[in-house]
């Protein structure tokens, strides 16, 4: 998957209308769906400043991404007016060089073709930063959108540099921008993906502006960067740095009201998850006010609530399986970083009598989408999902045909499993998805789970954690699912519509088509022998000897 999708312009005239339906193009696959996104944001970093004065912490943090003292930098004036773009230039790049890095050069024209000259970008080549100052954004648009100019920003960034800008240098960075209080005919470089840019945002109380452009791109986030004050993006965190603050936006769509989220300085948040959350807007409402019944139709499911497995039951995920000889896949990818190739997340399956366990470690699309990694769920038997944040697995599969492969698994009769996160992700609804920790149950842009499960929101380490009051929160915004709380160390193994409960502690079913009576617990609590019938939301009496 590309980490920087450059739309290269022809021609620099360009209607509104077709601007906006490009704009959609660029975000959607051939048959019209919104496509998933690289979660993994930008390679390098973008430093958007709101305008005015720029507070040290700020000049200091672009300097350091850049590369402190080895820094080279180049400075791009074009914003500025023909009579003071020299002027301009000139001391802007005193003020870099007084700071000391390895160079400092300025790259500045008006005409397009020289723009897409070789020879005039070789400087942005050999460049670890590059700063575009105030003025115009629609001069930088005119001057150097779909050029060589536009590229070798977007290269420096693909190789982990940095592009910076204050006001108009900022407000450029995005593929649409706002010029005079209206998105601008022209794109923008594009250099920030899936958002528009705006600053100067509580100073000149351009909300307003931002919220309008954001009701005619809805699929876009809105970033107002305020004077003083810089948005920091590098890869997909999001930091604001300055006096001032951030305010992240998402359009009013559909009946959902407009949304923002305002950081202060030192602050994070995640491009991924406000970009997921504004593509989910365009689509229907998700839960559905009628969710599909919670049934297996084939093979089984084995949802466990973190803190080890009950005993025995690896060998019943593998006698579900198939048996010893059975492939079995280990996903372990819920956790952070790299996965160290000897970390062996599937031990406990070995241990059990497993003979053929194969974990697979990618993330990317087109390596999930692989030929090879594709050709192993087809042969698979069993698949585990590992325990960690349930979001990475979101990131690498949603959308794509590793998916299906998994339901495959299911119809052929085979078993899906997991723990903790690979509990939750069984479901339909994700509950704790949110990249930024894992308190908030109901996360927009991080919603959807693979719904092994339909028509469930599944959590863990739920009495342990003490979570009750977290799902009864689920369920008042969302009563139609059947939410299912796993203690550590206990399970649930579905098949059809039955689930059965084994390990040493309970599992906590919450059904609100039944009334919740003051006073008592708003759920089922079940123990290990019991079983529940997830379609006709019942616990299943047990047979007379």
């Not at 309008?212 to 740095?241: F, N, S, Y």
């Not at 998700?286 to 005993?311: C, D, K, Q, T, Y």
């Not at 990818?333 to 497993?354: H, K, Q, V, Y």
């Amino acid at each position: 998957m590309r980490r920087l999708v450059v739309v290269v312009w022809l021609g620099i005239a360009l209607s509104a209308g077709a601007f906006r339906a490009q704009v959609f193009a660029d975000n959607a696959d051939s048959a019209g769906r919104i496509e998933s996104l690289d979660p993994d944001g930008i390679a390098g970093a973008l430093v958007l400043c709101g305008g005015g004065r720029l507070p040290d912490s700020v000049r200091d943090k672009f300097l350091e991404l850049a590369g402190g003292k080895n820094a080279r930098l180049v400075i791009i004036p074009t914003a500025s007016g023909d009579d003071t773009v020299e002027a301009d230039a000139r001391e802007v790049a005193d003020i870099w060089r007084a700071r000391e890095p390895a160079s400092v050069a300025i790259l500045h024209t008006r005409n397009r073709d020289e723009a897409d000259s070789p020879t005039f970008v070789e400087r942005l080549k050999q460049a670890t930063g590059v700063w575009i100052t105030g003025g115009r954004q629609s001069q930088i648009a005119a001057a150097y959108s779909g050029t060589l100019v536009e590229k070798e920003l977007a290269a420096l960034v693909a190789r982990g540099g940095v592009v910076g800008g204050t006001s108009a240098g900022a407000a450029c960075q995005s593929r649409v921008m706002i010029v005079r209080g209206q998105i601008h005919s022209d794109p923008g470089l594009g250099l920030i993906p899936g958002a528009i840019v705006d600053q100067h945002f509580l100073a000149r109380e351009r909300k307003p502006r931002l919220l309008d452009a954001l009701a005619k791109q809805p699929g876009l986030v809105g970033l107002g960067v305020d004077e003083g004050t810089a948005l920091v993006v590098k890869g997909r965190e999001l930091t604001c740095v300055g006096d001032s603050t951030v305010t992240i936006c998402l359009a009013e769509v559909g009946g959902r009201p407009a949304r923002e989220v305002e950081l202060q300085p030192g602050q994070s948040s995640d491009l991924t998850m406000f970009r997921r959350a504004a593509r989910d807007r365009l689509e229907p409402p998700f839960p559905p006010r009628e969710v599909p019944a919670p049934v297996v139709p084939a093979g089984s499911l084995v949802i466990v609530g973190g803190g080890g497995l009950p005993e025995g039951l690896a060998q019943k995920f593998i006698e579900l399986a198939g048996g010893p000889d059975a492939l079995i896949v280990c996903l372990p990818i819920a956790n952070p970083g790299p996965i160290d190739p000897r970390a062996n997340e599937a031990a406990f399956l070995t241990r059990a009598g497993a003979k053929n366990v194969r974990s697979l470690t990618a993330r990317r699309r087109e390596e999930v989408e692989s030929a090879e990694f594709l050709d192993t769920l087809r042969d698979a038997r069993g698949i585990w999902f590992g325990g960690g944040r349930q979001w990475r697995f979101v990131d690498a599969y949603e959308g794509t045909k590793a998916v299906a492969a998994f339901r495959d698994v299911l119809s052929r009769g085979g078993v899906i499993g997991g723990s903790s996160a690979g509990a939750t992700i069984q479901g339909d609804y994700l509950v704790r998805g949110s990249p930024l920790g894992n308190t908030e149950m109901m996360a927009a842009g991080y919603e959807r789970g693979l719904a092994f499960l339909p028509g469930t929101a599944i959590d863990q380490h739920f009495a342990q954690r003490k979570r009750f009051a977290d799902m009864t929160q689920v369920m008042a915004a969302h009563p139609q699912l059947l939410g299912i709380g796993l203690d550590e160390t206990t399970a649930i193994i579905v098949q059809g519509q039955i689930a059965e409960v084994v390990g040493k502690n309970e599992v906590h079913f919450y059904d609100r088509t039944q009334p919740v009576v003051e006073g008592q617990p708003d759920y089922l609590s079940l123990k290990a022998g019991a079983k529940y019938d997830l379609k006709d939301r019942r616990p299943v009496e047990a047979a007379n000897p």
